[in-house]
């Protein structure tokens, strides 16, 4: 059902062009959802060693933390001392039957375990398995 000007395959070409596009948004949007974004003034590493005081050291500030709730990872940014920004990635590996907590690696491969509390008390605690005495701690307070 084509004419002598193609004005049939035009419209048939822009109806698969918008069906694409409408797609591709939708995908964003869909992808966009299962991000939940927190924010945090600080972030620090903490030392704790049983009958020591508890010592720390800031490494940045302007947090910001987000989770995947499809692929429950994470991507923490901050800016540090020199104004740089840094990220942080996490990447989900299980439920660590011995302590019942979620085990991620980063992107050095290193695993630690992260607690989230940032609903409850503004805090989110990553626990390296390798110095479980260090931690990374984020505050809002």
Same mark, same amino acid.
């Given at each position: 059902?084509?004419?002598?000007?193609?004005?049939?395959?035009?419209?048939?070409?822009?109806?698969?062009?918008?069906?694409?596009?409408?797609?591709?948004?939708?995908?964003?949007?869909?992808?966009?959802?299962?991000?939940?974004?927190?924010?945090?003034?600080?972030?620090?590493?903490?030392?704790?060693?049983?009958?020591?005081?508890?010592?720390?050291?800031?490494?940045?500030?302007?947090?910001?933390?987000?989770?995947?709730?499809?692929?429950?990872?994470?991507?923490?940014?901050? $800016?540090?001392? /020199?104004?740089?920004?840094? &990220?942080?990635? #996490?990447?989900?590996?299980? +439920?660590? *039957?011995?302590?019942? %907590?979620?085990?991620?690696?980063?992107?050095?491969?290193?695993?630690?375990? $992260?607690?989230? /509390?940032?609903?409850?008390? &503004?805090?989110? #605690?990553?626990?390296?398995? +390798?110095? *479980?005495?260090?931690? %990374?701690?984020?505050?809002?307070?």
């Amino acid at each position: 059902m084509e004419n002598k000007s193609g004005k049939v395959k035009v419209k048939t070409s822009r109806i698969k062009m918008i069906k694409l596009l409408v797609l591709i948004l939708l995908v964003g949007t869909l992808s966009h959802a299962q991000i939940t974004s927190y924010k945090a003034k600080h972030c620090f590493y903490v030392r704790d060693v049983q009958g020591e005081p508890i010592t720390e050291k800031p490494l940045g500030s302007n947090v910001t933390i987000k989770f995947d709730t499809f692929f429950k990872s994470y991507d923490i940014t901050y $800016i540090d001392e /020199k104004g740089q920004l840094i &990220k942080l990635t #996490f990447s989900y590996q299980f +439920e660590d *039957p011995q302590y019942k %907590l979620p085990l991620y690696k980063d992107v050095k491969d290193h695993a630690c375990f $992260i607690v989230n /509390k940032m609903s409850e008390d &503004k805090t989110l #605690f990553v626990i390296y398995k +390798e110095i *479980p005495d260090w931690r %990374l701690e984020i505050r809002d307070k």
